[in-house]
Structures are given as structure tokens and as C-alpha cells.
């Protein structure tokens, strides 16, 4: 039995329920999950009934934008208090910011001769954390780009006419913010952010973990980051970053987190009186552990947040 602790619902830039995830989870194999919506922690309460019920282990997530010396990095955040107001009330800001972000990815198509409409974007969205995947899906919905590919690679990506840089707050203070939420912080996708120059800032700053199993991890980066882990005495977790159906999407399942590595991640939590502070319906049942570690292969994920 394994975990997958990065997975994204339609509460952001993914396509599956919380309930459905929960179940295709079960299918797969799965003992245990997190949500880390981009932004939002409102799919969490859905996802934890649904692995009550299913009899899966819930962590509550989130994963988090930052920035350390002019660098983009993203944190996912476990076993947070999703009622902690001075968390609540970031995330308020943070979705505001993507909002605006929607708006301004539309002026810019609109002054490029493309008549898209904020609305049309919010409305195929359905959520509160929206971000460029919504405005390729429009783009495509309304026939003005044959399919997602082509909404970014004309307009969407980096650098490309209708990019629109993310918000991102400091590292530092994200650190912060997640433990007073009573959650651990982990880096996500090292390999992605080209920055492990970083680590050792973030680890002086309070950072818990490392993912070093990610669908887009080769063998030998995720036998570095274990080492890196270690080195600095870090948590390590991993996930297959799963946003569901589309076409360059890992799937869920394409990174299996051996139980066994989820056991000091209980112990973090157990010390700290986590449990104390969980909502009523956040549940952690307890789970055997399992060794191993079994990677599938899956298509590189595209396009995100």
C-alpha cells in the first residue's frame, strides 16, 4: 500500500472532485492522500469524508508560491489547521491576486485582437483559485485556440504575449505562516525549480521536507534529493502532482510514496499536538507501514497553475 501527497482538485487547476479523487485513489491502491490545491484548502473537507468513509488516511494540504532571492519555488504545506483564521485569511489574498492575474491575462489577449471575457474564464473555472489552465480551457471552449497546447504556446507561457507573472510572497514568511497554522513545510518538485542553492536557506528558515519522488524526478534526481534529505535531516514525502483528466497530466498513481515514509511525518505531527487541533472532519486513521518504492511512468504535466 502507498500514499500520493500531491494532488490537485477542481477547487483549483485540476479537473477531478475531492470525492472523486478519493475514489480513483481506492482503485489505484492508495492508503492514504493529501489535497494541495494551489491556494485553497475548501476541497479538504470533502476529501476527508470521502476517505473516512473509504477508510484512507487524509492529510490536509496546500501548496503555496514563494519567492527567495528573485526565485519562484512552491511549498506544499501538510497537516495544517484549515480553520486557522491567519491562514484563511492569506489564502483570501492569495485568490484575490489570481483573480486579478485571470483579468489581466484577458486585457492582454483582448489588446492582441482576441475578444475572450473575464467572465467566460470564472465561469468555466467554478472556483475560487483560479489560473492559466482555466484561460486555455476558455481559449478553447470559445474557438479561439484548437486545444490547450496551442493556447500556450501562443499566448499562455512564459514569455508569450498574455503571461502574466504569478503572485508570490517570501519563503520566509510562508514558513512562518504554515506553522502557525500548525502544519510542516515541504518543498515541492525540487527538481523543477532549479534552485537547490536554496535548501540550505530554506532549511535555516524552518523548512521540514523535501519531495523527492515526483513524476518528473528521474531516478537520479530523486537518489540525490534522498540524499539532500537526509543530509539535512529533512522529511521526505513525494507525490505524482496529479490535476486529472487533460492531456499531459500525470496521472494519479504514477508516484507510489511507500507508507513507511509517512511514519516520521506522524511523529512530526504527534509531537507538535496536531491532533488536538484537527477539524472534526479530518480524520487520520492509523496504517500500516509498507517498503518499497514503485514509480510508473507517466506523461510530463504541461500545463499549470
Not at 489505484?28 to 494541495?36: K, M, R
Not at 534552485?195 to 531516478?219: M, N, Q, R, S, W
Not at 506523461?299 to 499549470?304: G, Q, V
Amino acid at each position: 500500500m502507498f500514499a500520493d501527497l500531491h494532488l490537485h482538485s477542481r477547487y483549483s487547476d485540476g479537473t477531478y472532485a475531492p470525492e472523486e479523487i478519493v475514489l480513483r485513489a481506492g482503485q489505484f491502491g492508495l492508503a492514504a492522500l493529501s489535497l494541495t490545491d494551489h491556494d485553497t484548502v475548501e476541497g479538504c473537507p470533502e476529501a476527508a469524508a470521502a476517505c473516512l468513509a473509504k477508510g484512507l488516511e487524509f492529510i490536509p494540504g496546500v501548496e503555496l508560491t514563494a519567492e527567495l532571492r528573485g526565485h519562484e519555488l512552491h511549498l506544499l504545506a501538510y497537516y495544517i489547521d484549515i480553520h486557522h483564521e491567519p491562514l484563511i485569511k492569506a489564502l483570501a489574498q492569495y485568490q484575490v491576486a489570481r483573480q486579478n492575474r485571470i483579468r489581466e491575462m484577458v486585457s492582454r489577449l483582448n489588446r492582441l485582437g482576441v475578444p475572450l471575457v473575464a467572465e467566460t474564464v470564472f465561469n468555466l473555472a467554478k472556483c475560487r483559485s483560479p489560473g492559466r489552465p482555466h484561460v486555455g480551457r476558455a481559449l478553447v471552449h470559445c474557438g479561439y485556440c484548437y486545444d490547450l497546447d496551442e493556447a500556450f504556446e501562443l499566448f499562455l507561457k512564459k514569455n508569450r504575449p498574455a503571461w502574466v507573472p504569478k503572485y508570490r510572497v517570501s519563503a520566509t514568511d510562508l514558513i512562518q505562516l504554515i506553522h502557525g497554522a500548525g502544519g510542516l513545510v515541504v518543498m515541492a518538485h525540487p527538481g523543477l525549480n532549479h534552485y537547490d542553492e536554496a535548501i540550505p536557506e530554506l532549511v535555516e528558515a524552518g523548512l521540514d521536507g523535501l519531495e523527492c519522488f515526483h513524476t518528473k524526478h528521474t531516478p537520479d534526481l530523486v537518489e540525490f534529493y534522498l540524499k539532500t534529505a537526509t543530509e539535512f535531516r529533512l522529511l521526505i514525502t513525494g507525490g505524482s502532482d496529479c490535476h486529472g483528466l487533460g492531456k499531459g497530466s500525470p496521472a494519479m498513481g504514477s508516484v507510489r510514496l511507500p507508507l513507511a515514509y509517512l511514519e516520521p511525518l506522524r511523529a512530526w505531527v504527534a509531537k507538535r499536538g496536531y491532533r488536538q487541533r484537527l477539524a472534526p472532519q479530518t480524520v487520520v486513521l492509523p496504517l500500516n507501514q509498507a517498503a518499497g518504492f514503485a514509480p510508473n511512468p507517466a506523461p510530463m504535466l504541461k500545463h499549470s497553475n
